[in-house]
Structure formats: structure tokens, C-alpha cells
């Protein structure tokens, strides 16, 4: 399934797909917060593989010819790395706080994505990408801390760190797997995994849930728009642009979270704030750049 990349697609899509992301913590903080964090993750992984299924049968991603060359060993690591990614957040977040936990989960994705990206791809990205990572993750600490933090907590710390790697070789999974399958049928095992991991691990950690209509409507609106159209753009964006340029445009996903938080939560909005909100998008931009410069340039 070779596509002829467009770089410019692919950074529309990754953008796009960061800001429905950025979107999630809001929609949970309007629900109330009555759920608990994992169940809240647990479900939203859940309504994202409904939605999954639903998109697969209409797409065609459910005939087994566009699952024969899906590679099991990828999918089952993407799913796992899913699971992960949302438990060991969701934890590392209660320990160290949401802006500290933020900052280190968000800001180490890249980090990751790039070293693994020059080990197992061989492909080293150039200093001007680190550059502009490194501009980018630096705005991602402002804006995630600039309403203070915990205690630094060494476990919660581990589990932000964990968290990072996690989405950091999901992307890489995935970038294996789209050149062998429909988006849709990648999304939907990676998330079917997933969830049979997550549901136990919540189940096991805080009981059965109870839901209200507000934590209905929120997990819903997440698991559908925000996972399950946001992870189906960034699936697509990889067949046009590179795992770790795609991790860093992801850190649109804060900016956006700041902005609603801003306008819609009444949370202050300090100096550090803004111009972390500056330092993330000249970085992205900085990676865009980046980006098409070396598409241009044969391998």
C-alpha cells in the first residue's frame, strides 16, 4: 500500500488530530470529574473501539483481505503501548500533578520517537528537528506548569517517562503498519487490545463505575471524536510524514488544552502561559519546516 508521501497532508492531519485531542481534558473537567481518571481512560479507549468497528464496516477494514497484511506482533504492540500510554498517564498524573505529569509525558514522546526512530529506522533526525523539538517541548513545560505542581514523585515521574515511550513506539508501530493495511483495521486492533487491557486494570484498581449523563456525554464525545477520528487522522498523517516529526506536531495538543481552559474553565492565564503557548508553536513550526525540507531530499 505505497502512497506517495505529502507532507504538507500529513502535518494538516497530525495538527488536526492534536487539536480534538487537546480537547479532552476540558470535556472531562465539564463532566464533572465524578468518574474516576482510570475508568474515564478505560472507556474512552472503549466507545474509540466501538466507533472503530463501526468505521471498519463501512470502510471495507473488516474483509480479511485488509487484514492479512496487518503484521500480529505490531498490532499487538500498538495495542499494549495504547494501553499503557493511557494507564501509566492517567497514575504517573496522580502522583506528580497534571502540570508536571503533562509536561514530562508530552515533552519525552519526542525525545523518544526520535532517539528510536535513529536506532531501529536508521533514520537520525537532523539538528534543525531537534532544534525545533526541543523550542516545542520547552513551550509544553510552560504551559503545563504554570499552575504549579506537586512534590516531585520518583515513581510518578517513571510513569510519566513510561507514558512518553509508550505513545513514542505506538507511532512507530503504526508507521510500520500502514504500509501493510487500512488505516481502520489498525486502529481498530490497536484499540481492541487495549482495551482488554485497560477495562480489567480499572475494574481491578477502583471497583465498577457509576455513570452519570454528564460522564456519559463526555467519554462518548472523547471516544469517538477525540480518540476515534483523531487517531484515524494521525494514522493517515504517517504515511506522509516521519514517527517523530509527527510525536512533536502532536504538542499542538497542549496549546489547544491551554486556550480552553482559558476561555471556557476560567483557569488564569499567566506569562509563562503564553509564551509557552509561543515557544510551542515556533518549534512546530520549526519541525514543519524541518520536515519538508528533508522530503525533498532522497534518503
Not at 10 to 25: D, N
Not at 62 to 86: S, V
Request: aromatic share 10%; proline share 5%; with cysteine.
Amino acid at each position: 500500500m505505497h502512497v506517495l508521501p505529502r507532507p504538507l497532508l500529513g502535518v494538516f492531519c497530525v495538527v488536526s488530530a492534536a487539536i480534538l485531542w487537546g480537547t479532552t481534558g476540558t470535556s472531562q473537567a465539564l463532566a464533572g470529574g465524578s468518574l474516576p481518571s482510570l475508568w474515564f481512560g478505560a472507556l474512552r479507549l472503549l466507545f474509540a473501539a466501538l466507533f472503530f468497528v463501526g468505521f471498519a464496516a463501512v470502510s471495507g477494514g473488516l474483509t480479511r483481505r485488509a487484514w492479512q497484511g496487518l503484521p500480529p506482533a505490531a498490532a499487538l504492540g500498538a495495542g499494549l503501548c495504547m494501553a499503557t500510554y493511557n494507564l501509566a498517564f492517567f497514575a504517573g498524573v496522580k502522583l506528580t500533578g497534571v502540570g508536571i505529569g503533562t509536561a514530562i509525558a508530552l515533552g519525552s514522546g519526542p525525545i523518544w520517537a526520535g532517539l528510536l526512530q535513529a536506532v531501529f529506522q536508521r533514520q537520525p533526525p537532523t539538528t534543525a528537528w531537534w532544534a525545533g523539538t526541543a523550542v516545542a517541548i520547552t513551550g509544553g513545560v510552560l504551559l503545563s506548569v504554570g499552575g504549579g505542581a506537586k512534590a516531585v514523585s520518583a515513581p510518578g515521574v517513571a510513569l510519566c517517562l513510561a507514558s512518553g515511550l509508550s505513545y513514542a513506539v505506538y507511532t512507530l508501530l503504526n508507521k510500520r503498519m500502514v504500509g501493510h493495511a487500512p488505516g481502520s483495521s489498525i486502529t481498530l486492533a490497536a484499540f481492541g487490545v487495549s482495551v482488554l487491557v485497560a477495562l480489567p486494570a480499572a475494574a481491578f484498581q477502583t471497583g465498577l463505575p457509576s455513570l452519570d449523563v454528564r460522564d456519559f456525554v463526555a467519554v462518548t464525545y472523547t471516544g469517538i471524536v477525540t480518540a476515534g477520528v483523531g487517531y484515524l487522522l494521525f494514522s493517515f498523517a504517517l504515511h506522509h510524514v516521519r514517527p517523530a516529526t509527527a510525536v512533536t506536531l502532536a504538542l499542538t495538543e497542549p496549546v489547544v488544552a491551554f486556550v480552553l481552559a482559558f476561555l471556557l474553565l476560567g483557569e488564569p492565564a499567566s506569562i509563562a502561559g503564553f509564551s509557552g503557548l509561543a515557544l510551542v508553536l515556533a518549534g512546530v513550526l520549526g519541525v514543519v519546516r524541518t520536515e519538508l525540507r528533508s522530503q525533498r531530499t532522497p534518503n
